[in-house]
């Protein structure tokens, strides 16, 4: 909750930047037109003071242009860091659905059954194994990285088809 909120007050920032720049250099445009608008109109023994109003307005537009670049670079080093993030956590997650936690000898298919199991299946069948073993429902769900609602309705379902089962064997009165 706390990451897409940071992340929404960090992109608020470097959209104010952006917007400022963006400002700040329209500004420069516009001065820089007068500027030229007053050299066109001015007598030549004025120009010796506008040639410092110009070294000015240059200095000014370089430092917009570092100060454009640097902001440039910061959004490029948090979209380069954001991007690793949500990398990492997509192998961390597919890792966690893809292999079993339990034991590697234990209910691993083979053969035509390896090739036609659901990645789904793999984790459903490791909710039930978990809570044969006991485990809680916040344990199984942070030992999987499953919600919790997940958990609950596998157990629920396995409860169920159980009890069908039961009662498909058992014979009529």
Not at 52 to 66: G, K, W, Y
Not at 99 to 124: C, F
Not at 147 to 172: A, I, M, T
């Amino acid at each position: 909750m706390t990451l897409p909120m940071l992340n929404f007050w960090e992109i608020l920032l470097d959209v104010t930047q952006i917007g400022l720049c963006g400002l700040i250099i329209v500004f420069l445009i516009l001065n820089r037109v007068k500027f030229k608008q007053l050299i066109l109109r001015a007598p030549s023994y004025q120009q010796s003071t506008h040639i410092n109003a110009e070294f000015v307005l240059e200095a000014i537009r370089q430092q917009t242009e570092l100060a454009f670049n640097h902001i440039l670079e910061t959004i490029d080093k948090e979209r380069q860091t954001l991007d690793a993030y949500y990398q990492q956590s997509d192998k961390r997650l597919a890792s966690g659905l893809l292999t079993p936690i339990s034991n590697p000898a234990q209910d691993q298919p083979t053969g035509s059954e390896a090739q036609g199991m659901d990645p789904a299946n793999v984790i459903y069948n490791e909710i039930e194994n978990l809570a044969d073993k006991g485990l809680s429902l916040t344990d199984i769900s942070e030992r999987l990285n499953v919600p919790e609602g997940e958990v609950d309705l596998v157990l629920k379902l396995k409860h169920l088809s159980r009890g069908s089962d039961k009662q498909k064997n058992q014979p009529p009165v």
